[in-house]
């Protein structure tokens, strides 16, 4: 665990700082009503630009000064990496799980102007599962998803993968207003368009893309886990994201 409070405040004027939290992780959610979005403790509207970050505290550590409400958990963070465009940019680089693979948390914020608050955070994370306890983790921790997409269903809108099975799940986010909510969730169960290659990739593609999908208007997460036919090993990517926020910052349809 890092020893010292790190500030990159002298750096692109982003005012970064990383301490140790006092807190756990939020309770998991029992119901979809209640589900909280967030990746490590980091929701999209409590991260904001120029917020520091709190690293997951160990029995006995000190309690860092700005950390004692915070509901972050993060790995511990061994680099930071800052960009400022074409939107403001921070990625965590965390020290490696227990399997020592990398990992990492990818920040996008609005502009400072329009409040800094971010419209996506994203990680891949690595689990020794299978297909069925992985998504089980995932739906503990999400709750059920508004839509989901088995391999089969992949496969069934045009494309085929070797050695690789491949669940989606999508989420609206629940702490919409319950008109909104149900605009969008009616949009996708009824009019989700996508090609089985565009759902293969949908959480390593461009914005452009994912608001022709999903709808300018979404926000929740989406959930991809894939297994693969030779470890029997989960990889586990989430996106947050707010596509109305993202469009402060850019143009998303044509």
């Known amino acids: 665990m890092m020893g010292v409070v790190r500030s990159l405040g002298a750096l ?18 029992g119901s979809e009503d209640n589900t909280v979005l967030q990746i490590y403790g980091l929701a999209l509207d409590e991260t904001r630009l120029g917020n520091g970050f709190c690293e997951k505290r160990e029995l006995g550590e000190p309690v860092r000064r700005g950390c004692g409400m915070s509901k972050q958990a993060l790995p ?13 940019y921070v990625r965590l680089a965390l020290a490696p799980d227990s399997g020592g693979r990398a990992r990492d948390v990818r920040i996008w914020y609005a502009p400072r102007e329009e409040g800094g ?5 994203a990680a891949t994370t690595y689990r020794e599962l299978g297909l069925e306890s992985a998504r089980d983790e995932v739906l503990e921790t999400f709750g059920l998803p508004t839509i ?14 070797s050695d690789l099975t491949v669940d989606t799940l999508i989420y609206v986010d629940r702490a919409l207003p319950g008109a909104q909510w149900a605009r969008i969730a009616h949009r996708l169960r009824t009019d989700f368009r996508a090609t089985g290659a565009e759902l293969f990739s949908v959480t390593n593609t461009r914005l452009r893309t994912l608001a022709r999908l999903l709808g300018p208007d979404f926000r ?8 693969s036919g030779w470890t029997h090993q989960s990889t586990v990517s989430t996106i947050l994201l707010d596509l109305s926020r993202a469009r402060s910052v850019f143009r998303l349809d044509g």
């Open 117 to 121: 608050q971010s419209f996506m955070i």
């Open 76 to 88: 511990e963070i061994v680099a930071i990496d800052v960009q400022t465009t074409p939107a403001p």
């Open 12 to 29: 692109l004027g982003l005012g970064i700082t990383v301490q140790i939290a006092c807190s756990t992780p939020a309770a998991l959610a």
């Open 148 to 161: 989901q997409f088995s391999h089969a269903d992949m496969e069934a809108r045009g494309i085929h993968v």
């Open 220 to 227: 929740g997460a989406i959930v991809q886990i894939s297994v």
